[in-house]
């Protein structure tokens, strides 16, 4: 049906009519239609020839004076706008001339005297998407940022990071495989050394170590296998005496085989012996077969005051001449000494100090700021066993009468009231009550009996047990002394004349 001709010449043939689609008649306009859109009886052909043309579009006026001094070209004959002041910034945009291009002064759109004409419509360039804004830098260029870079550029300045550090490595390990070893040892090495001196104040802590050592020695005390040891300070260097506490060298008192040897600062010993001691005041005197002992300077315990710097030296621990510092803490304090295998049983007005002293301490040297000696240290409060800050220290003053009394006679002699005591308080006044009273002692003369509590000894308060031994013992025998006492509710006073203990 649609075959090209037998001879191959021309189109297809036309197909028959019955084949053709039918196609419907247009109708005639209607009176309307023509009334409205056909061509006027009077004219023929096209749109009418004399069709009035439109008027000349009137030229735009010049610009004002004032557009044109601002943006006219400085030169005559010049177009386009006048140049910046100071003269271009430059071929490229930048912050200061951001539209300053090579063709600006040709751009019509700056020129002033360009005519206004009609154009073909505006063609906007599709913008590239982007994954956030814009970024330039301050002179209106664009900065690189490192997500904007692809995925080909990352890989391969990653495998030039690689490369460069395995080359550095490399580099590395074959310098330290051909590199010689600096060698362990440096024949003629000196160290730098300074000779600026140290300054030590006089009173320093060193400063009085330096002079108070030589005059500490450490007390050693054997008996067969066993041993202990304390201290002690030279007191008459001529003499060779050295007084210590009763409780470091009463166990070898009279004990077959026992030894008693004093070692002093500059390492150098001799065999002590035992000039007298005295259990009341746990102070006792040594006598060394030495010539030529440096000995300490005594001072006097009646002019401390809470608050003076003081150092104690001695052989805590066995540790000989080892020097710690403090102050004076307390006062005439009453502390009652009971040396375990000592037949230590006294009661001292201690001084006492927070200087660190420990086991060996006993019966070393307390001395001030001077480098002269205030106590003989001899007693320690703890909860186990080792120094926490509080010492006792028998004021030199009663240390040095009971030396003389012992080097002179080889005893000490005390005032003895004849009670046994306990310390008592009612709430509002504290005392030492008598538990029971020596008969025909001083205290059974004056009239005190059991259950009487005393609350002062000669107008100085009692609080304590203790204070009462005190009080007593700073008098000598055979003095009188006046005691309050409280007896069924009442005050009593009683005078009362001293025994020798």
């Not at 300070?233 to 070898?252: F, K, Q």
Request: net charge negative; proline share 9%.
């Amino acid at each position: 049906m649609f075959a090209r001709p037998r001879d191959g010449v021309g189109g297809f043939d036309p197909p028959p009519a019955s084949l053709r689609p039918a196609v419907a008649p247009t109708p005639p306009p209607s009176p309307a239609q023509q009334a409205a859109f056909g061509r006027p009886a009077a004219i023929s052909g096209s749109f009418a020839g004399d069709r009035p043309s439109p008027p000349p579009r009137p030229l735009p006026p010049p610009p004002p004076e004032a557009v044109l001094r601002a943006f006219a070209p400085s030169g005559s004959g010049q177009r386009g706008l006048q140049e910046p002041p100071g003269g271009r910034p430059g071929r490229r945009r930048t912050a200061t001339g951001p539209w300053w291009k090579p063709d600006a002064r040709t751009d019509p759109w700056r020129d002033p005297h360009a005519p206004a004409g009609l154009t073909g419509p505006a063609v906007f360039e599709e913008p590239q998407e982007q994954e956030g804004p814009l970024v330039v830098d301050a002179r209106g260029r664009r900065r690189l940022r490192l997500r904007d870079l692809s995925v080909r550029l990352w890989v391969v300045a990653l495998l030039a990071v690689l490369l460069v550090g395995a080359a550095g490595g490399a580099a590395g390990y074959l310098l330290t495989r051909t590199a010689d070893e600096e060698p362990l040892l440096a024949a003629g090495t000196q160290l730098n050394t300074t000779d600026e001196g140290i300054a030590r104040e006089p009173g320093s802590v060193s400063d009085i170590a330096a002079r108070v050592t030589p005059t500490v020695v450490s007390v050693e005390v054997r008996l067969g296998e066993a041993g202990a040891t304390g201290s002690g300070v030279v007191i008459d260097g001529e003499n060779g005496y050295i007084v210590t506490n009763n409780h470091v060298i009463s166990g070898a008192d009279g004990v077959e085989g026992a030894e008693i040897r004093a070692v002093f600062s500059d390492g150098s010993g001799s065999a002590a012996r035992i000039v007298g001691r005295d259990p009341a005041s746990d102070v006792a005197v040594l006598k060394v077969e030495k010539p030529g002992l440096l000995t300490a300077a005594l001072g006097s315990s009646g002019s401390v005051v809470v608050g003076d710097p003081v150092v104690a030296v001695g052989s805590p621990l066995g540790l000989a001449s080892t020097v710690t510092s403090g102050i004076v803490s307390a006062l005439d304090r009453p502390v009652r000494l009971s040396g375990e295998g000592s037949d230590t049983n006294a009661v001292i007005s201690a001084v006492q100090t927070d200087a660190p002293i420990n086991p060996g301490n006993s019966g070393g040297a307390l001395v001030n700021a001077s480098g002269e000696l205030i106590g003989i240290n001899t007693a320690i409060a703890s909860l186990g066993g080792g120094s926490v800050g509080l010492g006792f220290a028998i004021p030199i003053d009663t240390a040095r009468d009971i030396a003389q009394q012992l080097i002179t006679t080889g005893r000490a002699v005390h005032a003895a009231l004849g009670v046994n005591a306990r310390s008592v308080t009612d709430g509002t006044r504290d005392g030492a009550l008598v538990v029971n009273v020596e008969p025909g002692s001083a205290a059974a003369e004056a009239g005190i009996r059991e259950q009487d509590v005393v609350i002062a000894v000669d107008d100085e308060p009692v609080g304590s047990s203790e204070e009462l031994v005190v009080a007593i013992d700073a008098h000598e025998p055979g003095e009188t002394v006046t005691i309050e006492l409280i007896r069924n509710g009442s005050s009593t006073r009683v005078d009362a004349v001293l025994d020798e203990a």
